[in-house]
């Protein structure tokens, strides 16, 4: 737990003009009550210099209430597994990075379509890497999501669809992806 404290440092007599001191904010940790140092004294704190200047008072109440932050609205789980999912079919990160955020076939799925570098820049040339256009989605039930992507590549507007379901650990997955139309038959292990 951090805490803030303010630092302020008492004037110095001068026969100048004034200067003005600001508090500068630093953050200390708080030590549990049986880390304490056993040679520091344990009465009380003292209240003034003892070089015989006058005590200094806080310019900030020490029991201030600070307004809370405005918090940042969390992504949408679509804008995040569209990004993920494009950061794997463009090269920028591998299939296994996307092996505890995807249930069933999507796996199977994912590492079928990244094989083949679908959305790769070419080597050597000079195209930027894929973006993301837009995002939509529907949701068919609570708990599932059906989303599309469009994503740039170069001069060419490519889409991505994908399925995420809420899991019981509150998690989402991404259950099913698509790239360019239906997707492949399934072949099955037994022949």
Known sequence: MYKLTTRTTAPTTRTTAPTTRTTTPTTTTSRPPSRRDSRRPTGP???????????????????????????????????????????????????????????????DELTHLAEHGPLRPLTGARTAHPVIRDIGYFEPRPGALEAFARVLTGDRLRAMAFRLELGDDLRWRCTAVELDGPRPPHRGHDG
């Open 45 to 107: 704190s003292r209240t003034g210099p003892t070089d015989g200047r006058p005590p200094t008072t806080p310019r900030h109440p020490t029991s201030r209430t600070t307004a809370p932050r405005p918090s940042t609205p969390r992504p949408r789980p679509t804008d995040v597994f569209a990004d993920r999912l494009l950061a794997v079919l463009s090269g920028r990160r591998p299939v296994h990075w996307m092996l505890g955020q995807t249930a069933g076939r999507a796996y």
